[in-house]
């Protein structure tokens, strides 16, 4: 399965994870503007953000990142960046 990201097996994958895991992070589309919190639901994201923008996933360790997540939700704890991996 691909689209224009380029993201296709990793969406693919995320779903796999989800089943196994019995758990619904990403109850709707993954292309719908808003997704239900969960820690698999950011990680995920963080994922496909990394992979479809070209960046690292060590972003999550960057100062103002982690600056900009806590100004939009406090206290959210982002994964480290082998967790995203």
């Known amino acids: 399965q691909k689209n ?4 296709g097996n990793l969406v693919t994958g995320l ?4 089943e196994r895991l019995q758990k ?3 109850a709707q589309d993954i292309n719908e503007d808003t997704i239900s919190y ?4 950011l990680c995920t994201l963080i994922a496909l953000h990394c992979a479809a923008s070209n960046r690292p996933f060590n972003i999550v360790n960057g100062k103002y990142y982690q600056l900009q997540v806590n ?15």
Do not use: I
């Open 4 to 7: 224009h990201d380029g993201t």
């Open 71 to 85: 100004m939009l939700c406090p206290g959210t704890k982002l994964p480290s960046d082998r967790t995203v991996q």
């Open 24 to 26: 619904h992070a990403l």
């Open 38 to 41: 969960s820690e698999v639901a």
């Open 15 to 18: 779903k796999q994870c989800n």
